[in-house]
Structures are given as C-alpha cells and as structure tokens.
C-alpha cells in the first residue's frame, strides 16, 4: 500500500538540504489546507495553502502537497536556509471563513 | 496583507486579578475573529470564535465564563481573562477574517500572559 510520511516532532538538517515536513489533518471535508512558520515568541506567518481541489502547489523554495486519501499534507522546503529554523504548522479549515484547526508542529533545525 | 494587531505584546499579572488583550484589524473590517492558547511546545488550541454584535461560540472545556469575549465593532475583539490563576499562563493569538467565501486569516502578534 502507499506509505505515508510520519509526522515528525523535531527535524534537522544541513543549510543548502531540501526539508519535507509532514502532518495528518482530520477532517476528510475540509476544504482549505495552509501551512504556517512560527518564531519563538510570535504569531503564525503565512507559507503556502493549497485547495481540496488541488495535489500540489509552488511557491518560492516551498511546495505543498495535499493526499487527501490518506488525509497527508507535505510541506517541502529547498535549499534550507538557517533563516528557515521555525516550528512549522499545518492548518485545516472546513467551510469558508471557519476557524482554522492547527495540527501538530513540527520544530525545523537548520545547522550551517 | 492585511494587519492584526495585538495588545499588549505580554503581561504579568497576581493570581485572582483580571486581564484584557486586545485585538484589532488595523486596515479592514473582520466579522469575525478567532481565539487561540498555546502552551509551551504545543500547538495552537481554538477557544472560542468571535462575532460582531453577537455572543461568541466558545470551543468544548472553555469556560465562558472565566474567558470573557467581546467582540464590540468590527475591528476589535477583546479576550478578558478573569481571575488569573497560574495555569492560565500560556500565549494567547488572535486571528480575524474578511468573513465570507474569503478563507484567508491574518494573525496577530500573540500576547504571552504569565500569571504569578
């Protein structure tokens, strides 16, 4: 069968090294799927989102990509750079304008 | 993007004393706006969803009662924590929404409550 990435608590990696950060999300309706960066001590920053009707989207160095038969988000970020050391969260949201339910975080460690 | 402010940045405050954080959309009208508490290490956890001009929907095991919402205009809601106790020390976030088809929610700063 298809494997599914596990979410992982802590993720480190080299500079320069692609990152992919995984996350299960719960709610098989949901509709909108988001992905946000969190500095210690501050609110979430806006990555990428993507759709229900969308597998994959690009952004600069980010991509996201969304099994909803499995319920997976991915998160795939090249050529790490130090800068991107954060916690990353997934965020789901059913209908428009709901509020958004956060996932587990993944902490990302970028040595150079 | 749009901006969401808000205040303050932190507070401390004694064991039993009450606490407003404010939160306001800077350059748009937010119908609604979002509540959320994080612990240390942990993720964001809704509490309760904030309507203009109604009573807020409070998420299952928050007391409506001890997080009073308020959410007066359409730029600012405001989250009073009354009573303090220890264990409501934690980081509080707010997040408005153009309200709508549109899906997109703008965050604030966070206020980081430490109760003593």
């Known amino acids: 069968g298809e494997s599914v990435g596990l979410h992982l608590p802590t993720l480190s990696v080299q500079e320069g090294d692609n990152s992919i950060i995984n996350c299960a999300y719960s709610?098989?309706?949901?509709?909108?799927f988001i992905w946000y960066k969190q500095e210690s001590g501050k609110g979430p920053q806006f990555i990428i989102d993507?759709?229900?009707?969308?597998d994959k989207r690009q952004g600069q160095r980010v991509t996201v990509l969304l099994n909803k038969t499995v319920k997976h988000l991915s998160l795939q970020i090249a050529a790490t750079q130090p800068g991107d050391s954060a916690v990353y969260f997934c965020a789901e949201m059913g209908q428009a304008g709901t509020a958004l339910i956060f996932g587990k975080g993944t902490t990302l460690s970028v040595s150079s | 993007g749009a901006v969401v402010s808000q205040h303050p940045s932190w507070v401390i405050c004694k064991s039993g004393t009450s606490v407003k954080i404010e939160c306001r959309s800077l350059?748009?009208?937010?119908?609604?706006m979002f509540w959320y508490r994080q612990f240390p290490k942990q993720s964001l956890m809704l509490m309760a969803t904030?309507?203009?001009?109604?009573?807020?929907?409070?998420e299952q095991g928050v007391e409506k009662d001890k997080f009073l919402i308020n959410h007066a205009s359409l730029t600012l809601s405001t989250l009073t924590v009354t009573s303090a106790h220890p264990e409501d020390s934690s980081f509080y976030i707010c997040?408005?929404?153009?309200?709508?088809?549109?899906?997109?929610?703008?965050f604030g700063q966070g206020t980081r409550l430490t109760v003593v």
């Open positions: 709610n098989s309706a949901s509709d909108y």
């Open positions: 997040s408005a929404s153009l309200g709508g088809w549109n899906t997109e929610a703008f």
């Open positions: 993507i759709r229900s009707n969308m």
């Open positions: 350059d748009f009208q937010a119908t609604t």
């Open positions: 904030s309507n203009e001009g109604s009573k807020a929907t409070y």
